[in-house]
Protein backbone atom coordinates (compact mmCIF):
# COMPACT_ATOMS: atom_id res chain seq x y z
CA UNK A 1 0.00 0.00 0.00
CA UNK A 2 0.79 3.57 -0.88
CA UNK A 3 1.84 5.49 1.68
CA UNK A 4 2.62 9.73 1.82
CA UNK A 5 4.53 11.96 3.90
CA UNK A 6 1.37 12.58 5.77
CA UNK A 7 0.93 15.34 8.82
CA UNK A 8 1.87 14.65 12.43
CA UNK A 9 0.22 17.61 14.02
CA UNK A 10 -1.86 16.33 16.53
CA UNK A 11 -4.25 19.42 16.35
CA UNK A 12 -4.88 19.22 12.89
CA UNK A 13 -5.75 15.80 13.50
CA UNK A 14 -8.37 16.30 16.10
CA UNK A 15 -9.82 18.55 13.87
CA UNK A 16 -9.86 16.50 10.58
CA UNK A 17 -11.26 13.39 12.57
CA UNK A 18 -12.80 14.70 15.92
CA UNK A 19 -10.78 14.91 18.92
CA UNK A 20 -12.45 11.97 20.53
CA UNK A 21 -11.36 9.60 17.62
CA UNK A 22 -8.09 11.02 17.04
CA UNK A 23 -7.46 10.68 20.95
CA UNK A 24 -8.93 7.11 20.86
CA UNK A 25 -6.54 6.17 17.31
CA UNK A 26 -3.60 7.90 19.15
CA UNK A 27 -3.61 5.63 22.63
CA UNK A 28 -4.47 2.57 20.25
CA UNK A 29 -1.06 3.10 17.88
CA UNK A 30 1.17 3.81 21.24
CA UNK A 31 -0.28 0.73 22.88
CA UNK A 32 0.53 -1.19 19.49
CA UNK A 33 3.75 0.44 18.97
CA UNK A 34 2.44 1.74 15.64
CA UNK A 35 1.59 5.94 14.76
CA UNK A 36 -1.23 7.63 13.28
CA UNK A 37 -0.90 10.70 10.70
CA UNK A 38 -2.78 12.23 8.23
CA UNK A 39 -2.15 11.97 4.60
CA UNK A 40 -1.28 15.27 2.59
CA UNK A 41 -4.49 14.05 0.07
CA UNK A 42 -6.86 13.27 2.47
CA UNK A 43 -11.04 12.60 2.48
CA UNK A 44 -13.23 12.88 4.43
CA UNK A 45 -17.45 12.16 4.18
CA UNK A 46 -20.59 11.69 6.26
CA UNK A 47 -22.88 8.86 5.80
CA UNK A 48 -26.47 9.44 6.62
CA UNK A 49 -26.27 6.77 9.22
CA UNK A 50 -24.14 9.42 11.51
CA UNK A 51 -21.01 7.47 10.50
CA UNK A 52 -17.75 9.58 9.52
CA UNK A 53 -15.13 8.09 7.15
CA UNK A 54 -11.93 10.03 6.86
CA UNK A 55 -8.43 8.85 5.63
CA UNK A 56 -5.21 8.35 7.76
CA UNK A 57 -1.85 6.58 7.50
CA UNK A 58 -1.02 3.92 10.07
CA UNK A 59 2.81 3.78 10.83
CA UNK A 60 3.21 0.31 10.67
CA UNK A 61 5.36 -1.13 13.89
CA UNK A 62 8.85 -0.90 12.68
CA UNK A 63 9.95 -3.88 15.33
CA UNK A 64 7.09 -6.25 13.48
CA UNK A 65 8.13 -4.83 10.07
CA UNK A 66 5.09 -3.53 8.78
CA UNK A 67 4.40 -1.80 6.18
CA UNK A 68 2.62 1.87 6.03
CA UNK A 69 -1.29 1.70 5.20
CA UNK A 70 -3.42 4.52 3.90
CA UNK A 71 -6.91 3.79 5.04
CA UNK A 72 -10.47 4.87 5.90
CA UNK A 73 -11.23 5.23 9.39
CA UNK A 74 -14.57 4.69 9.29
CA UNK A 75 -16.43 5.39 13.33
CA UNK A 76 -19.51 4.09 13.71
CA UNK A 77 -22.23 4.46 16.87
CA UNK A 78 -21.06 1.63 19.27
CA UNK A 79 -24.71 -0.10 18.69
CA UNK A 80 -23.21 -0.74 15.30
CA UNK A 81 -20.20 -2.79 15.98
CA UNK A 82 -22.04 -5.72 14.07
CA UNK A 83 -20.94 -3.99 10.97
CA UNK A 84 -17.00 -5.01 11.57
CA UNK A 85 -18.34 -8.43 12.50
CA UNK A 86 -21.28 -8.72 8.67
CA UNK A 87 -18.31 -6.74 6.93
CA UNK A 88 -15.65 -9.60 7.74
CA UNK A 89 -17.75 -12.35 6.92
CA UNK A 90 -18.04 -10.75 3.58
CA UNK A 91 -14.81 -10.82 2.73
CA UNK A 92 -13.85 -13.92 4.34
CA UNK A 93 -16.81 -15.66 2.39
CA UNK A 94 -16.31 -14.38 -1.07
CA UNK A 95 -15.01 -16.59 -3.80
CA UNK A 96 -11.55 -15.28 -5.32
CA UNK A 97 -13.31 -14.27 -8.86
CA UNK A 98 -14.95 -10.90 -6.83
CA UNK A 99 -13.34 -10.97 -3.29
CA UNK A 100 -11.46 -7.69 -4.68
CA UNK A 101 -14.95 -6.14 -5.40
CA UNK A 102 -14.81 -5.51 -1.55
CA UNK A 103 -12.84 -3.13 0.32
CA UNK A 104 -10.66 -5.01 3.10
CA UNK A 105 -10.48 -4.28 6.66
CA UNK A 106 -7.50 -3.80 8.27
CA UNK A 107 -6.45 -4.12 11.96
CA UNK A 108 -9.26 -4.60 14.83
CA UNK A 109 -11.48 -2.49 15.63
CA UNK A 110 -11.07 1.03 18.33
CA UNK A 111 -13.53 1.77 20.67
CA UNK A 112 -13.58 5.74 21.68
CA UNK A 113 -13.16 5.99 25.36
CA UNK A 114 -16.55 6.40 26.31
CA UNK A 115 -18.00 3.29 24.18
CA UNK A 116 -19.99 5.67 22.13
CA UNK A 117 -18.16 4.79 19.14
CA UNK A 118 -16.29 2.51 17.75
CA UNK A 119 -13.38 3.07 14.73
CA UNK A 120 -12.63 0.20 12.35
CA UNK A 121 -10.11 0.83 9.12
CA UNK A 122 -10.56 -0.28 5.90
CA UNK A 123 -8.70 0.07 2.86
CA UNK A 124 -9.24 3.16 0.14
CA UNK A 125 -11.44 1.85 -2.24
CA UNK A 126 -9.24 1.06 -5.23
CA UNK A 127 -6.13 2.18 -3.72
CA UNK A 128 -6.33 5.74 -4.77
CA UNK A 129 -8.96 9.06 -3.60
CA UNK A 130 -9.91 9.07 -7.15
CA UNK A 131 -12.33 6.75 -6.37
CA UNK A 132 -16.38 8.46 -6.43
CA UNK A 133 -19.76 7.10 -5.11
CA UNK A 134 -21.44 5.83 -8.59
CA UNK A 135 -24.53 8.41 -7.78
CA UNK A 136 -22.11 11.29 -8.45
CA UNK A 137 -21.54 10.33 -12.07
CA UNK A 138 -23.11 13.33 -14.20
CA UNK A 139 -26.36 12.45 -16.11
CA UNK A 140 -25.49 14.60 -18.58
CA UNK A 141 -21.98 13.47 -19.96
CA UNK A 142 -21.60 10.55 -17.87
CA UNK A 143 -24.90 9.08 -18.34
CA UNK A 144 -23.12 5.75 -19.91
CA UNK A 145 -20.53 4.87 -17.38
CA UNK A 146 -23.27 5.14 -14.82
CA UNK A 147 -25.25 2.85 -16.52
CA UNK A 148 -22.28 0.45 -17.76
CA UNK A 149 -21.21 0.64 -14.00
CA UNK A 150 -24.89 -0.21 -12.43
CA UNK A 151 -25.13 -3.24 -15.49
CA UNK A 152 -21.88 -4.26 -14.51
CA UNK A 153 -22.46 -4.59 -10.75
CA UNK A 154 -25.60 -6.13 -10.78
CA UNK A 155 -24.11 -8.97 -13.83
CA UNK A 156 -20.96 -9.48 -11.40
CA UNK A 157 -22.77 -9.33 -7.89
CA UNK A 158 -25.28 -12.22 -9.99
CA UNK A 159 -22.67 -14.28 -11.32
CA UNK A 160 -18.98 -14.03 -9.94
CA UNK A 161 -20.42 -13.24 -6.53
CA UNK A 162 -23.00 -16.01 -6.42
CA UNK A 163 -22.32 -18.96 -8.39
CA UNK A 164 -24.23 -21.34 -6.64
CA UNK A 165 -28.14 -21.73 -6.81
CA UNK A 166 -29.34 -21.94 -3.40
CA UNK A 167 -33.25 -22.12 -3.14
CA UNK A 168 -35.51 -22.48 -0.40
CA UNK A 169 -39.45 -21.96 -0.02
CA UNK A 170 -40.26 -18.64 1.66
CA UNK A 171 -44.25 -17.97 2.79
CA UNK A 172 -44.96 -14.52 0.11
CA UNK A 173 -46.27 -12.92 3.83
CA UNK A 174 -43.01 -13.48 5.54
CA UNK A 175 -40.89 -12.71 2.63
CA UNK A 176 -42.38 -9.42 1.43
CA UNK A 177 -41.97 -8.53 5.55
CA UNK A 178 -38.41 -9.30 5.48
CA UNK A 179 -38.14 -7.91 2.33
CA UNK A 180 -39.55 -4.21 3.78
CA UNK A 181 -38.21 -3.97 7.04
CA UNK A 182 -34.95 -4.96 6.48
CA UNK A 183 -32.97 -1.90 7.56
CA UNK A 184 -36.26 -0.31 8.35
CA UNK A 185 -36.28 2.13 11.51
CA UNK A 186 -39.66 0.84 12.49
CA UNK A 187 -42.95 -0.01 11.29
CA UNK A 188 -43.51 3.83 12.55
CA UNK A 189 -42.16 5.36 8.97
CA UNK A 190 -44.83 2.66 7.14
CA UNK A 191 -47.61 3.78 8.74
CA UNK A 192 -46.82 7.57 8.03
CA UNK A 193 -46.39 6.43 4.36
CA UNK A 194 -49.64 5.10 4.16
CA UNK A 195 -51.20 7.34 5.97
CA UNK A 196 -49.58 10.14 3.53
CA UNK A 197 -50.35 8.11 0.11
CA UNK A 198 -53.49 6.24 0.69
CA UNK A 199 -55.12 8.18 3.50
CA UNK A 200 -58.78 6.43 2.72
CA UNK A 201 -57.14 3.28 2.55
CA UNK A 202 -54.76 2.23 5.45
CA UNK A 203 -56.31 -1.01 5.81
CA UNK A 204 -58.19 -2.04 2.65
CA UNK A 205 -56.72 -4.81 1.47
CA UNK A 206 -57.40 -3.96 -2.24
CA UNK A 207 -56.85 -0.50 -3.79
CA UNK A 208 -56.26 1.16 -6.83
CA UNK A 209 -53.54 3.84 -7.00
CA UNK A 210 -55.28 5.71 -9.75
CA UNK A 211 -57.92 5.59 -12.68
CA UNK A 212 -55.02 4.11 -14.84
CA UNK A 213 -54.05 1.57 -12.61
CA UNK A 214 -55.16 -1.71 -11.65
CA UNK A 215 -56.98 -2.86 -8.85
CA UNK A 216 -53.90 -4.48 -6.84
CA UNK A 217 -53.27 -5.40 -3.14
CA UNK A 218 -52.50 -2.57 -0.92
CA UNK A 219 -48.77 -2.57 -0.77
CA UNK A 220 -48.92 -0.95 2.78
CA UNK A 221 -50.74 -3.85 3.95
CA UNK A 222 -48.65 -6.36 2.82
CA UNK A 223 -46.65 -6.48 6.05
CA UNK A 224 -49.60 -7.42 8.13
CA UNK A 225 -50.59 -11.24 8.29
CA UNK A 226 -53.81 -12.58 6.51
CA UNK A 227 -53.69 -10.99 3.39
CA UNK A 228 -56.13 -12.35 1.19
CA UNK A 229 -53.76 -12.63 -1.77
CA UNK A 230 -51.12 -14.15 -0.22
CA UNK A 231 -52.20 -16.18 2.89
CA UNK A 232 -50.90 -19.39 2.91
CA UNK A 233 -48.88 -18.97 -0.29
CA UNK A 234 -45.31 -20.11 -0.47
CA UNK A 235 -42.27 -19.03 -3.43
CA UNK A 236 -39.05 -20.72 -4.02
CA UNK A 237 -36.35 -17.84 -2.81
CA UNK A 238 -33.07 -17.99 -4.89
CA UNK A 239 -30.67 -16.75 -2.02
CA UNK A 240 -26.98 -16.23 -2.09
CA UNK A 241 -24.69 -13.74 -1.06
CA UNK A 242 -25.81 -10.08 -0.38
CA UNK A 243 -24.47 -6.75 0.36
CA UNK A 244 -28.25 -5.27 1.54
CA UNK A 245 -28.19 -1.87 1.06
CA UNK A 246 -26.62 -2.14 -2.30
CA UNK A 247 -27.60 2.09 -3.66
CA UNK A 248 -25.30 3.84 -5.61
CA UNK A 249 -23.77 5.39 -2.78
CA UNK A 250 -22.17 2.22 -1.68
CA UNK A 251 -20.47 1.42 -4.90
CA UNK A 252 -17.17 3.54 -5.62
CA UNK A 253 -16.09 3.94 -8.75
CA UNK A 254 -12.54 5.15 -10.48
CA UNK A 255 -13.13 8.83 -11.79
CA UNK A 256 -9.74 10.20 -13.44
CA UNK A 257 -9.01 12.40 -16.01
CA UNK A 258 -9.95 9.86 -18.55
CA UNK A 259 -13.57 10.08 -17.08
CA UNK A 260 -15.11 6.77 -14.97
CA UNK A 261 -13.69 3.28 -15.57
CA UNK A 262 -17.14 1.30 -15.53
CA UNK A 263 -14.84 -2.14 -14.92
CA UNK A 264 -13.13 -0.63 -11.71
CA UNK A 265 -16.38 -0.69 -9.22
CA UNK A 266 -15.80 -0.98 -5.42
CA UNK A 267 -18.44 -2.07 -2.96
CA UNK A 268 -18.42 -0.39 0.54
CA UNK A 269 -20.21 0.19 3.42
CA UNK A 270 -21.30 -3.70 4.09
CA UNK A 271 -22.83 -3.01 7.65
CA UNK A 272 -26.08 -5.44 6.69
CA UNK A 273 -24.32 -8.01 4.35
CA UNK A 274 -26.08 -11.62 4.71
CA UNK A 275 -24.68 -15.00 3.59
CA UNK A 276 -28.12 -16.13 2.59
CA UNK A 277 -30.56 -13.46 1.23
CA UNK A 278 -32.75 -12.74 -1.35
CA UNK A 279 -31.25 -12.58 -4.57
CA UNK A 280 -33.49 -9.63 -5.22
CA UNK A 281 -32.40 -8.07 -2.38
CA UNK A 282 -29.59 -5.99 -4.02
CA UNK A 283 -30.89 -6.26 -7.69
CA UNK A 284 -33.68 -4.27 -7.10
CA UNK A 285 -31.90 -1.75 -4.52
CA UNK A 286 -29.48 -1.36 -7.18
CA UNK A 287 -32.68 -0.79 -10.01
CA UNK A 288 -34.77 1.29 -8.26
CA UNK A 289 -32.07 3.85 -6.76
CA UNK A 290 -30.77 4.17 -10.29
CA UNK A 291 -34.11 5.07 -11.37
CA UNK A 292 -34.46 7.80 -8.45
CA UNK A 293 -31.34 8.92 -9.78
CA UNK A 294 -32.80 9.30 -13.50
CA UNK A 295 -36.00 10.62 -12.00
CA UNK A 296 -35.90 14.04 -12.74
CA UNK A 297 -34.85 13.43 -16.57
CA UNK A 298 -37.90 11.27 -17.13
CA UNK A 299 -40.95 12.87 -19.08
CA UNK A 300 -44.17 12.22 -17.81
CA UNK A 301 -44.88 9.32 -20.20
CA UNK A 302 -41.18 7.84 -19.64
CA UNK A 303 -41.96 7.50 -16.19
CA UNK A 304 -45.15 5.50 -17.30
CA UNK A 305 -43.67 3.64 -18.74
CA UNK A 306 -41.17 2.43 -16.65
CA UNK A 307 -44.06 1.22 -14.23
CA UNK A 308 -44.85 -1.39 -17.06
CA UNK A 309 -41.31 -1.87 -18.09
CA UNK A 310 -40.22 -2.72 -14.88
CA UNK A 311 -42.93 -5.03 -14.03
CA UNK A 312 -42.42 -6.72 -17.47
CA UNK A 313 -38.87 -7.29 -17.84
CA UNK A 314 -39.04 -10.05 -20.73
CA UNK A 315 -41.42 -7.81 -22.81
CA UNK A 316 -39.41 -5.74 -25.21
CA UNK A 317 -40.17 -2.00 -23.52
CA UNK A 318 -42.04 0.72 -24.81
CA UNK A 319 -40.47 2.69 -27.50
CA UNK A 320 -41.14 6.03 -25.27
CA UNK A 321 -38.47 4.41 -22.79
CA UNK A 322 -35.33 6.22 -21.98
CA UNK A 323 -33.25 3.54 -24.23
CA UNK A 324 -30.31 3.35 -21.52
CA UNK A 325 -33.02 2.35 -18.70
CA UNK A 326 -34.38 -0.09 -21.21
CA UNK A 327 -31.21 -2.00 -21.79
CA UNK A 328 -30.46 -2.10 -17.71
CA UNK A 329 -33.97 -3.63 -17.01
CA UNK A 330 -33.28 -6.46 -19.36
CA UNK A 331 -29.75 -6.48 -18.44
CA UNK A 332 -30.47 -6.68 -14.48
CA UNK A 333 -33.40 -8.70 -14.75
CA UNK A 334 -31.61 -11.15 -17.33
CA UNK A 335 -28.20 -11.58 -15.45
CA UNK A 336 -29.73 -14.00 -12.60
CA UNK A 337 -32.55 -14.85 -15.01
CA UNK A 338 -30.25 -16.98 -17.03
CA UNK A 339 -28.95 -18.95 -14.74
CA UNK A 340 -32.37 -19.35 -12.76
CA UNK A 341 -33.24 -20.79 -16.24
CA UNK A 342 -30.84 -23.55 -17.13
CA UNK A 343 -31.95 -24.82 -13.50
CA UNK A 344 -35.44 -24.44 -14.14
CA UNK A 345 -36.28 -21.79 -11.72
CA UNK A 346 -37.55 -19.47 -14.19
CA UNK A 347 -40.44 -19.19 -13.20
CA UNK A 348 -39.93 -18.37 -9.55
CA UNK A 349 -37.49 -15.75 -10.42
CA UNK A 350 -40.04 -13.68 -12.00
CA UNK A 351 -42.41 -14.27 -9.05
CA UNK A 352 -39.63 -13.28 -7.19
CA UNK A 353 -38.41 -10.23 -8.54
CA UNK A 354 -42.31 -8.95 -8.61
CA UNK A 355 -42.27 -9.53 -4.83
CA UNK A 356 -38.73 -8.17 -4.06
CA UNK A 357 -39.66 -5.25 -6.63
CA UNK A 358 -42.59 -4.38 -4.76
CA UNK A 359 -41.11 -4.78 -1.62
CA UNK A 360 -38.60 -2.31 -2.34
CA UNK A 361 -40.53 0.06 -3.63
CA UNK A 362 -42.49 0.16 -0.35
CA UNK A 363 -39.68 0.48 1.19
CA UNK A 364 -38.29 3.72 -1.06
CA UNK A 365 -41.91 5.30 -0.20
CA UNK A 366 -40.26 5.83 3.59
CA UNK A 367 -37.57 7.31 2.58
CA UNK A 368 -37.58 10.85 3.77
CA UNK A 369 -34.78 12.38 1.27
CA UNK A 370 -36.83 11.33 -2.03
CA UNK A 371 -39.60 14.08 -2.96
CA UNK A 372 -43.34 13.12 -2.46
CA UNK A 373 -43.88 12.74 -5.80
CA UNK A 374 -41.44 10.32 -6.72
CA UNK A 375 -42.77 8.32 -3.43
CA UNK A 376 -45.93 8.46 -5.13
CA UNK A 377 -44.68 6.70 -7.94
CA UNK A 378 -42.94 4.25 -6.00
CA UNK A 379 -46.50 3.40 -4.26
CA UNK A 380 -47.87 2.99 -7.32
CA UNK A 381 -44.97 0.56 -9.15
CA UNK A 382 -45.46 -1.82 -5.85
CA UNK A 383 -49.23 -1.58 -6.27
CA UNK A 384 -48.29 -3.05 -10.06
CA UNK A 385 -46.10 -5.66 -9.22
CA UNK A 386 -48.17 -6.87 -6.74
CA UNK A 387 -50.81 -7.22 -8.90
CA UNK A 388 -48.59 -8.74 -11.86
CA UNK A 389 -47.57 -11.09 -9.07
CA UNK A 390 -51.29 -12.12 -8.50
CA UNK A 391 -51.55 -12.85 -12.28
CA UNK A 392 -48.59 -14.70 -12.91
CA UNK A 393 -49.52 -16.80 -9.58
CA UNK A 394 -52.86 -17.40 -11.05
CA UNK A 395 -54.56 -15.44 -7.94
CA UNK A 396 -58.18 -14.39 -9.28
CA UNK A 397 -58.27 -10.66 -8.51
CA UNK A 398 -62.16 -9.58 -8.45
CA UNK A 399 -62.36 -5.88 -10.79
CA UNK A 400 -64.80 -4.70 -8.38
CA UNK A 401 -63.31 -4.56 -5.09
CA UNK A 402 -61.84 -1.32 -5.05
CA UNK A 403 -62.69 1.73 -6.04
CA UNK A 404 -60.63 4.52 -8.04
CA UNK A 405 -58.67 5.28 -4.83
CA UNK A 406 -58.66 8.56 -3.71
CA UNK A 407 -55.08 8.24 -3.14
CA UNK A 408 -51.97 10.94 -3.27
CA UNK A 409 -52.01 14.11 -5.60
CA UNK A 410 -48.43 15.11 -6.76
CA UNK A 411 -49.26 18.53 -7.36
CA UNK A 412 -45.41 19.06 -8.88
CA UNK A 413 -46.47 17.26 -11.78
CA UNK A 414 -48.34 19.47 -13.05
CA UNK A 415 -45.98 21.98 -12.89
CA UNK A 416 -42.54 20.32 -13.74
CA UNK A 417 -43.89 18.30 -16.16
CA UNK A 418 -46.90 18.83 -17.50
CA UNK A 419 -48.23 15.57 -16.48
CA UNK A 420 -51.60 13.96 -17.72
CA UNK A 421 -54.41 13.67 -15.48
CA UNK A 422 -53.09 10.75 -13.85
CA UNK A 423 -53.02 10.53 -9.96
CA UNK A 424 -55.68 13.34 -9.96
CA UNK A 425 -58.32 13.18 -6.94
CA UNK A 426 -60.30 14.68 -4.40
CA UNK A 427 -57.42 14.46 -1.86
CA UNK A 428 -55.79 17.36 -1.14
CA UNK A 429 -51.89 17.12 -2.14
CA UNK A 430 -49.49 16.16 0.62
CA UNK A 431 -46.41 19.21 0.79
CA UNK A 432 -43.56 17.80 -2.22
CA UNK A 433 -39.98 18.19 -2.26
CA UNK A 434 -38.05 19.66 -4.55
CA UNK A 435 -37.02 18.34 -7.26
CA UNK A 436 -33.76 21.10 -8.00
CA UNK A 437 -32.20 20.86 -4.74
CA UNK A 438 -32.78 16.78 -4.98
CA UNK A 439 -29.42 15.04 -4.37
CA UNK A 440 -30.70 11.59 -5.82
CA UNK A 441 -28.92 8.15 -4.92
CA UNK A 442 -28.83 9.31 -1.19
CA UNK A 443 -31.42 6.72 0.03
CA UNK A 444 -30.50 6.32 3.88
CA UNK A 445 -34.09 6.16 5.81
CA UNK A 446 -34.85 8.94 7.98
CA UNK A 447 -38.11 10.51 8.95
CA UNK A 448 -39.40 12.80 6.33
CA UNK A 449 -38.50 16.27 7.43
CA UNK A 450 -35.23 15.08 9.36
CA UNK A 451 -32.75 17.44 9.18
CA UNK A 452 -30.01 16.12 6.99
CA UNK A 453 -26.22 15.45 8.51
CA UNK A 454 -23.50 17.90 6.64
CA UNK A 455 -21.63 16.11 3.73
CA UNK A 456 -18.58 16.74 3.57
CA UNK A 457 -17.79 15.24 0.18
CA UNK A 458 -19.01 18.33 -1.98
CA UNK A 459 -22.23 16.92 -2.32
CA UNK A 460 -25.40 18.71 -1.15
CA UNK A 461 -27.81 16.75 0.95
CA UNK A 462 -31.60 17.01 0.47
N1 LIG B 1 -13.34 2.52 1.79
C1 LIG B 1 -13.69 3.72 1.33
N2 LIG B 1 -12.94 4.33 0.38
C2 LIG B 1 -13.29 5.56 -0.09
N3 LIG B 1 -14.39 6.24 0.32
C3 LIG B 1 -15.17 5.68 1.25
C4 LIG B 1 -14.88 4.39 1.80
N4 LIG B 1 -15.82 4.09 2.70
C5 LIG B 1 -16.66 5.13 2.71
N5 LIG B 1 -16.28 6.09 1.85
C6 LIG B 1 -17.01 7.37 1.59
O1 LIG B 1 -17.76 7.70 2.74
C7 LIG B 1 -19.17 7.70 2.44
C8 LIG B 1 -19.94 7.12 3.62
O2 LIG B 1 -19.43 5.83 3.91
P1 LIG B 1 -20.36 4.58 4.22
O3 LIG B 1 -19.49 3.45 4.66
O4 LIG B 1 -21.22 4.31 3.03
O5 LIG B 1 -21.20 5.16 5.44
P2 LIG B 1 -22.74 5.02 5.83
O6 LIG B 1 -22.83 3.73 6.59
O7 LIG B 1 -23.02 6.19 6.69
O8 LIG B 1 -23.53 5.00 4.55
C9 LIG B 1 -19.29 6.89 1.14
O9 LIG B 1 -20.42 7.23 0.38
C10 LIG B 1 -18.00 7.22 0.44
O10 LIG B 1 -18.10 8.48 -0.21
MG1 LIG C 1 -23.25 4.00 2.77
Same mark, same amino acid.
Do not use: Y
Given at each position: MFSSPGSDDKRERALFLGSDVSDALDLWAELENRRISLPSDRVKSKGFTGASVASVIVHGDPERHEDDRNVMAKAVPFADRDEVRNHREAVLNAPPEFVDRLVKLHFGPVVVADGAKIVFFQDVAGGTTKYRPVSQLCLDDEVEDLVDTVAGVSMAVATLWNRKITVRPIPVEQFLRTEIQHLSSGAGSLDRAAAEFLPHAVSVPWVRTTKDDPIAPNPFMATEEGHPAFEGRSIEVLGGFSHGDLHLDNVMVLRDELGAHPGSFRLIDLRTYEENAPRTRDQCMLLLSTVVLFWRTLATRERKALLTAICDPHREP?? =???RRLAWLIGQMYGATNRLADQNNFGQAWYRQYLLGIAATAVRFT?? =????AEVRWWFVRLAARALRRYCDEAGIVVDDRLAPAAPGYTPSSDKRSTGADAEGQSAMPAVGTGNLDGFVLGRLHQHPPGRTSPDRQDGSVAP
Open positions: DA =GLDTF =GNIP
